[in-house]
């Protein structure tokens, strides 16, 4: 793949958090095989990996239906202590994967996590207490706070201005979850890790956009590289999971001593694999946190701090981020940008 440029988020989302970062900060693709790829999400959002300004062009398509995953969600509060935090995350922790709970707590739940985890990367300060109090999520915890420094470590400019994407409903997590075991079944490449990746560059394919480097995809590809590796629609789910497996094979990614080698292949950049190894190995530990990382909204660092796009978000072009957040003050979640 070769050269992107970043979507969570997130991460971070994917997530980051996505990056996300689903946890998601701003789609790359894969780029063509002269430069290495880069790549993008989520988190989405400048949630994962990102370079400096967000995508160009305009989504290709339009929601077709009004918002849900993100309707009866509230901007979560950022913890005043490290002994609030340290409450919030073991409480948010337990309820997101609660499967007695209703859709909307956990899905609530999910989004205090993503927040919180966020803050307390930017908190080390606190980074002693909370992982002496986390008990049996401590190691989780601290996954997480490695996903985010590095991920962050990608980011060199933040924007002024949000992205030209629509952010839609992705897959259910079960539909990907089998698509990322299929993956793993042809090519070799352990699920989790295709699972962290479709995090970092959507955020499980909700955003949906250009990369400054023309990358588009629930995997981000270029042009190029989708030529060489893809098989079918490069915005289709199913499709460009398996090219990304099969791009990663190809690399190395099909035994353990050549995934980071892959990875790098991927995105030329440590911290690209240093987070994605870090969400997978949340994924491998417990595979039910899939689910929870799946409900963690796209968020955007940009200059001011943490923005919210949620489901239903769609800019045909690059908007200054001072006219969204006058429209929308509560979906800046925070003014810190470490």
């Not at 933040?158 to 042809?186: F, I, M, N």
């Amino acid at each position: 793949m070769t050269s992107r440029g970043l979507v969570a988020a997130l991460a971070l989302t994917t997530a980051l958090g996505v990056v996300s970062c689903s946890d998601a900060e701003q789609p790359a693709g894969r780029r063509d095989t002269s430069a290495g790829p880069t790549t993008g999400g989520g988190s989405a959002t400048r949630a994962t990996t990102g370079t400096t300004a967000p995508p160009s062009s305009t989504p290709s398509s339009v929601p077709s239906s009004a918002p849900s995953r993100a309707t009866a969600l509230v901007p979560p509060q950022r913890a005043s202590t490290a002994g609030d935090l340290l409450r919030r995350l073991v409480a948010a922790e337990e309820l997101a994967r609660d499967g007695t709970a209703p859709e909307r707590d956990r899905a609530q739940a999910a989004f205090d996590t993503q927040v919180l985890y966020r803050q307390l990367a930017r908190r080390p300060a606190w980074h002693d207490a909370v992982l002496a109090g986390a008990g049996r999520h401590r190691t989780t915890v601290r996954d997480h706070l490695e996903a985010r420094a590095a991920l962050r470590s990608v980011l060199t400019t933040l924007s002024t201005v949000l992205p030209a994407w629509r952010v839609a409903e992705p897959l259910p997590a079960s539909d990907l979850l089998r698509l990322y075991r299929k993956g793993q079944r042809r090519h070799g490449v352990p699920w989790e890790v295709l699972a962290a990746v479709n995090l970092v560059e959507t955020s499980f394919g909700q955003i949906h956009g250009l990369s400054t480097a023309g990358a588009r995809g629930p995997m981000q590809f270029i042009p190029s590289t989708w030529a060489a590796y893809g098989e079918g629609d490069i915005d289709d789910p199913h499709d460009s999971i398996m090219a990304a497996a099969r791009y990663l094979a190809a690399s190395g990614g099909d035994t353990a001593a050549g995934l980071d080698r892959a990875l790098h292949a991927y995105n030329n950049h440590d911290g690209y694999v240093r987070g994605v190894r870090a969400y997978a190995r949340i994924l491998h530990r417990d595979p039910e946190a899939l689910a929870a990382l799946h409900r963690w909204q796209v968020l955007f660092l940009s200059a001011r701090g943490d923005v919210w796009l949620p489901v239903g978000y769609l800019e045909r072009r690059p908007l200054p981020l001072r006219t969204y957040l006058r429209r929308h003050p509560e979906r800046l979640l925070g003014t810190d940008t470490g």
